[in-house]
């Protein structure tokens, strides 16, 4: 005789919204210098990174990097989202001074 085994395997996915674990920091520099700013978030599923400044997106992924000029002073939010209707951010500002 045969004997034949059923396994049963539940797989259960925990959704987690985002949690910011590194946030920008505000910045000062002199015109023409590059200015970096750094965000990381957690959460499942994993959180995609916007950058925004005056409602506009300007980069997507953890790290903002900016060839400075004066017209880029300003407020730069970034924004984890997960599509959990709940949006993690946090904001930074860039002060771009004359040479």
């Known amino acids: 005789q045969r004997c034949y085994c059923s396994i049963n395997l539940a797989l259960f996915v925990i959704a987690v919204p985002p949690s910011l674990t590194t946030t920008p920091a505000d910045q000062t520099v002199i015109e023409s210098a590059t200015a970096i700013f750094h965000c990381n ?59």
């Not at 900016?66 to 407020?75: A, F, L, Q």
């Open 41 to 99: 978030a957690t959460g499942n599923p994993t959180p995609k990174i916007t950058w925004i400044k005056d409602g506009i997106t300007v980069e997507l992924g953890d790290t903002l990097s900016i060839d400075s000029n004066r017209n880029h002073s300003g407020k730069y939010w970034c924004l984890a989202d997960n599509g959990l209707n709940s949006t993690a951010n946090a904001s930074a500002i860039l002060d771009v001074q004359c040479k």
